[in-house]
């Protein structure tokens, strides 16, 4: 049996549930989503995990394969902002039980290992281990003094402001996330005192971006002409589709080769990496997405990830 950990919002699973179904495989989708965990059911007896939804039970012995793509409690923007003590209590308790499941069923195949997914979202800990692979990395500086990112653009010119984390905020009624924007040094003329630390990078020139997925042993490589695009130039996640063409790349032997040695140092075997090309066709790496979404990318270039998704899982 495979375990697909989502919310019932998920088009992502949709496609993978779907194919599963057409080729008559057992599987079993549990979505993470305040309502469908509502009519949920967890059960734990004599180390025996049951899980039930409206249409299905699993137990955890059955289990051989899991796919997550949610591992916890998902919360709808407006859920986000609940203030009740009694849905925070019934959150916290939800997700510290989920815990508890994914401990036991650890030994079977994890699409990724969630220690290890987790780990490798650490943007740190990423270009560490890009860098002992031999990635080109973009020269950064992290620092809540003002003097330091002062000196950094100074030294660098032209440089990015990136947020550690993307989350989406409200401000003033409105839902609004957090992109790559330049900066310069009369932008600082407002970091105070009592600043969090920000993440400063240089601005490199682009040729195009390219979205690299990898599904086990297969590449899946796409080229994001971003710079055709006003909007998305700076930040492709901005998304400006109709003027942004995707298209599949094959990629240069040296960097799929690094990919593959970047994807075995993680200890995974799903990731969406984001690469910047430069006009001397110098290849920078910026992050790799160990949960990353990949849907779009399919529709828009033909590259089968969902097929590769539905193999491995059925391997």
Not at 14 to 36: A, M
């Amino acid at each position: 049996m495979i375990l697909i950990l989502s919310d019932k919002y998920d088009a992502h699973a949709d496609v993978v549930c779907d194919k599963l179904s057409l080729s008559k495989s057992d599987f079993f989708r549990f979505n993470l989503d305040v309502t469908s965990l509502r009519k949920s059911k967890l059960t734990c007896e004599d180390g025996e995990w049951t899980l039930r939804n409206e249409t299905a039970a699993l137990k955890s012995s059955d289990l051989q394969a899991v796919w997550c793509r949610r591992a916890f409690v998902e919360l709808l923007l407006e859920e986000s902002f609940d203030e009740d003590v009694g849905f925070k209590i019934w959150k916290r308790e939800w997700n510290s039980h989920l815990m508890g499941l994914y401990a036991h069923i650890n030994s079977a195949r994890w699409l990724n290992p969630l220690r290890k997914a987790y780990k490798g979202e650490n943007k740190y800990f990423q270009m560490q281990c890009a860098r002992e692979i031999g990635f080109n990395l973009p020269k950064y500086a992290v620092s809540n003094e003002a003097a330091a990112i002062e000196k950094f653009i100074s030294n660098h010119g032209r440089s990015v402001i990136k947020f550690m984390n993307q989350d989406v905020y409200s401000n003033r009624g409105k839902f609004c996330g957090a992109y790559v924007n330049t900066i310069s040094i009369d932008d600082l003329s407002e970091f105070g005192d009592e600043e969090n630390p920000v993440f400063v990078q240089q601005y490199i020139e682009k040729s195009y971006e390219v979205r690299y997925t990898v599904v086990g042993e297969q590449h899946f490589v796409c080229k994001i002409d971003s710079q055709r695009s006003d909007t998305a130039k700076d930040d492709w996640r901005r998304y400006d589709l109709p003027n942004t063409p995707h298209s599949a790349l094959e990629p240069p032997p040296d960097i799929r080769l690094k990919v593959e040695r970047f994807m075995r140092l993680l200890g995974l075997s799903y990731g969406a990496l984001d690469f910047i090309v430069t006009p001397q066709d110098t290849w920078f790496f910026l992050e790799i997405n160990c949960m990353g979404q990949w849907l779009w990318i399919e529709e828009l270039s033909g590259l089968a990830i969902s097929d590769a998704i539905v193999q491995w899982l059925i391997n």
